[in-house]
């Protein structure tokens, strides 16, 4: 076929009105149906599943083309077209300024903890980042923007990347696993219940594994050790030293050169191990404390003290074995095929499952993220990665870590970052409250930016954001931080095409207002000219006659 009659063709076809309708049509077919969806889901998963696709952003350029062919064809330029050539010029316009933002703008957020400076922007690309703490060097991976499940063939490091999930739900599962016979590692599963409420249990003693070996239930701390350690908690209920190390419990009686003090009511015991002198607080924690009052970490030695727990409850397990303090003293029990009692609220604990040979690990499910009573619930991200062989999934709530031929590597699933050229402190936040409530009325942020021209004052609150250079910084939102006090969260924006847009709603407005008013004079002046043609033909009729 000939290729000029096919162009011309095609120029007929996108500068037609036929064509303009039908890309409206499916046009606004598309954002009714992306608003219905937007009702029962996330507005994430909306411009995953439909502003973000290639589809969606196909049909914006065919509605350019369409705009850009109809003004092209109606070229010389005509007098009595002059709305229409500004009017279509003003949507030129916007559709350019659209990409040029789209393809070089900034849309993030950035998060400011009080005194601390922070030049991190974080977008909504999601990103596997993959660190080596030999070469301190990050490497990262970008995540498809689906709003489905996704396959992968990436290779990351040593890691290779599976599969990828953008909305995830959680199960924590039973897998069989290299066990030694040797190691203490063991995992558990326990049902904590009364009339009122019921909870499982999930407890796992390997260090690099996301099942964790403590957990907290309202005021009750639950804490999973080793099988081995069950003997230590005699019914005698006196304090003993614990070395995780050599797997071995001594009577605090049994060793010389004690020293117990006291001090505004806080009892202190200072214990001789070899060389070394570790001082205790019997009523603060197991771990020995230093100076600092902070824990000491260089000796593997813990102190287990009932009057540790004489106002802070704690269950202790052990495998098919359960100890807590009653009376000032330890109670240890074994599981049987019953629950046993509790002596809080009524509450008991049955073993479900404890094993040595298998393991508790986090599987990942897809799940849409449906709104729950109208709002957005937070739901998890989830990436399955694998290395020589062994498969795990990594989430944005659970990062991971693997040693690798010697290499300690960390993995861990987040967002895509852009450093600012300037620094951001938050100095000071202040938050006013509705009246008679804790909900918020407004909050602002008193900050300071160092740049390259030195340090500036900023006060950035509602309607009043902060300009820096090419970037806009808006107060989006705040956090809970260390200490009681809050954090700031900014929204930071650069908007290249913002000038295009506008003058395109502009030149839009003033086209619609001229082909209005040119085409209404127009009807005006063959109404008229119709008029004064009727009158000269009734006049004539009466003169002939």
């Known amino acids: 076929m000939d ?68 003004t092209l064809n109606r070229l010389p330029y005509k007098k009595r077209l002059i709305g229409f050539y500004i009017l279509h010029s003003g949507l030129l316009l916007v559709f350019i300024g659209a990409f040029i933002t789209y393809a070089a703008g900034l849309d993030g957020q950035i998060s400011l ?11 909504g690309e999601d990103r596997l980042y993959l660190h080596n703490h030999s070469s301190k060097k990050t490497q990262q991976v970008a995540l498809p923007s689906t709003a489905f499940a996704a396959t992968m063939d990436e290779k990351l490091g040593p890691f290779k990347v599976l599969n990828y999930l953008p909305y995830a739900d959680s199960a924590i599962i039973w897998q069989q696993g290299v066990q030694s016979a040797q190691t203490h590692y063991s995992s558990a599963h326990y049902r904590l219940f009364n009339q009122q409420t019921a909870s499982d249990l999930y407890l796992d003693l390997r260090p690099k594994n996301n099942i964790p070996a403590n957990t907290k239930m309202g005021p009750l701390s639950v804490a999973y050790y080793p099988q081995y350690m069950a003997k230590c908690f005699t019914p005698s209920g006196v304090a003993f030293l614990w070395n995780p190390e050599l797997r071995s419990c001594q009577l605090l009686s049994q060793f010389k050169n004690i020293i117990k003090t006291e001090h505004k009511g806080v009892q202190s015991v200072t214990v001789s191990v070899g060389e070394k002198r570790l001082k205790f607080f019997p009523a603060l924690s197991t771990y020995p404390l230093n100076k600092s009052l902070q824990k000491d970490l260089s000796t593997p030695f813990r102190l ?124 000071k936040f202040l938050m006013k409250k509705n009246p008679g409530t804790n909900n918020p009325a407004s909050y602002e942020s008193f900050v300071k930016v160092f740049s390259k021209e030195g340090t500036t004052p900023a006060h950035i609150y509602m309607n009043n954001p902060l300009k820096w250079d090419v970037f806009t910084l808006y107060q989006s939102s705040y956090f809970e931080a260390q200490g009681g006090q809050y954090g700031s969260i900014l929204s930071v924006n650069f908007d290249p095409g913002r000038f295009l847009k506008y003058l395109g709603s502009l030149l839009f407005v003033l086209g619609c207002g001229i082909h209005f008013f040119l085409k209404n004079r127009k009807s005006k002046t063959k109404e008229m000219k119709t008029k004064t043609l009727l009158e000269h033909q009734y006049a004539a009729t009466w003169s002939s006659l």
């Open 3 to 70: 290729l000029a009659k096919l162009f011309k063709r095609l120029e007929k076809l996108l500068g037609s009105m036929k064509f303009a309708i039908w890309i409206i049509g499916i046009f606004t077919l598309i954002m009714i149906i992306a608003t219905f969806v937007e009702s029962f889901y996330s507005v994430d998963f909306v411009q995953r599943l439909i502003y973000k696709t290639p589809l969606f952003m196909l049909l914006q350029g065919l509605m350019f083309l369409s705009i850009l062919v109809a």
């Open 113 to 123: 903890n009080p005194g601390e400076p922070s030049n991190e922007v974080i977008l």
């Open 304 to 427: 287990f003290d009932p009057s540790l727990f004489k106002k802070i409850p704690i269950l202790m397990l052990f495998g098919d074995q359960v100890a807590f303090v009653k009376n000032g003293k330890w109670q240890r029990q074994d599981f049987n095929d019953s629950a046993l009692a509790l002596p809080w609220m009524n509450f008991k604990i049955e073993l479900i499952k404890h094993s040595r040979s298998e393991i508790l690990i986090d599987d990942y499910s897809y799940r849409a993220p449906k709104k729950v009573g109208g709002q957005e619930a937070t739901v998890a991200k989830a990436v399955l990665i694998e290395l020589d062989g062994q498969r795990q999934w990594v989430s944005n709530n659970s990062p991971a870590e693997f040693t690798h031929r010697g290499t300690r590597y960390s993995l861990a699933l987040g967002k895509k970052k852009v450093i600012l050229p300037l620094e951001i402190t938050l100095q």
